[in-house]
């Protein structure tokens, strides 16, 4: 079949099978195009759970569909590509957050979401790159357990002024970008505003004019009144920056900051995965019942 058939095929059995599409904000555009909904890793769960449907197709990484099925146990959650991970999800194990949950006694544990189901099963409540400053600050204790990106970790202690105990973890796409990049891209615009994910590090959030997780860059694009921007993060979020802001320039910080892991979806498996309903997530309920609590705090909490 070719792109346009498979396209056709993909809307037909959506309606046939009573399914919707998600798709994370860096997913290869042809998949962001057919979605549903677009969004990001906090838009995208709370919606798992409102939607009417049967059948979620999720296309972004392994952890993100986890999180949906946890949120919505009732519907079945499918991932066109099973093998599509987060190496930072990845960088911690439950073992690893107990011994230091062992280290550190009665400290909460803040995990943000880019953690595996039984990661969060350890976890008092889960964040997101959208609301980690404003939920850390909303805690009453002072020290808190932070896992596992130690850039996001580092942005909430400055923001928060709190004691965080930070996992050493960090996302591979967002560590390559570096200050320099920042300044070569502010040579060839000068008049631009830079934003940046709270995945970059420090050196780079300090030069940006703005933090943002993806959601925010989305939302703020719309309203802001610079007409240049320089983008910190995955590639992929400026296909939906350039369709719905065509009278402002974005330019990526790194042209080079893709992740592989998101890039493994395509048409291809999004049609096999909703003709064949699989491969389905699957998470055993004593999980699911232990990390709900957590993904339920985030979800609830509102900035
Ligand atoms: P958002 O929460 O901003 O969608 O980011 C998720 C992610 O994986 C960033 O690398
Ligand atoms: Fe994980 Fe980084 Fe890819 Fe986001 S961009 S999914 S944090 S590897």
């Not at 095929?9 to 860096?26: D, G, P, S, T």
């Not at 960090?170 to 560590?175: S, Y």
């Not at 970008?177 to 505003?193: D, F, G, Q, S």
């Not at 940006?208 to 007409?227: F, H, N, P, W, Y």
């Amino acid at each position: 079949m070719d792109q346009d058939q498979l396209r056709e095929e993909i809307v037909r059995l959506k309606q046939e099978k009573k399914a919707i599409i998600f798709a994370h904000n860096y997913q290869p555009a042809e998949i962001q195009d057919i979605a549903d909904i677009v969004g990001d890793s906090l838009e995208l769960s709370r919606l798992a759970a409102q939607v009417e449907a049967r059948l979620i197709v999720f296309a972004g990484v392994y952890f993100m569909a986890e999180t949906a099925k946890i949120l919505a146990p009732p519907k079945k959650v499918i991932v066109p590509e099973p093998q599509a991970g987060c190496p930072l999800a990845d960088n911690i194990s439950r073992s690893e957050l107990q011994a230091l949950k062992k280290k550190f006694p009665g400290r909460k544990v803040v995990s943000y979401v880019n953690t595996t189901a039984e990661v969060k099963a350890e976890t008092d409540v889960c964040c997101t790159s959208a609301n980690a400053v404003s939920l850390v600050s909303s805690l009453p204790d002072e020290e808190i357990i932070f896992v596992p990106d130690r850039n996001l970790a580092s942005f909430v202690r400055q923001k928060t002024g709190k004691q965080i105990i930070a996992w050493d973890g960090c996302c591979p796409v967002h560590e390559e970008i570096r200050a320099e990049h920042l300044l070569e891209a502010k040579e060839v615009c000068p008049e631009a505003e830079i934003w940046a994910h709270p995945e970059c590090r420090p050196e780079v959030l300090e030069k940006a004019d703005r933090v943002l997780s993806t959601g925010q860059m989305i939302k703020e694009a719309r309203i802001t009144k610079a007409t240049e921007i320089i983008i910190a993060t995955e590639t992929g979020l400026l296909h939906r920056l350039r369709q719905e802001n065509p009278d402002k320039k974005f330019y990526p910080a790194r042209a080079e900051a893709i992740c592989q892991e998101m890039k493994k979806n395509n048409l291809e498996k999004i049609y096999l995965a909703l003709l064949e309903e699989k491969p389905e997530v699957i998470i055993d309920e004593e999980t699911v019942a232990q990390a709900r609590s957590a993904i339920d705090r985030m979800v609830q909490f509102v900035s």
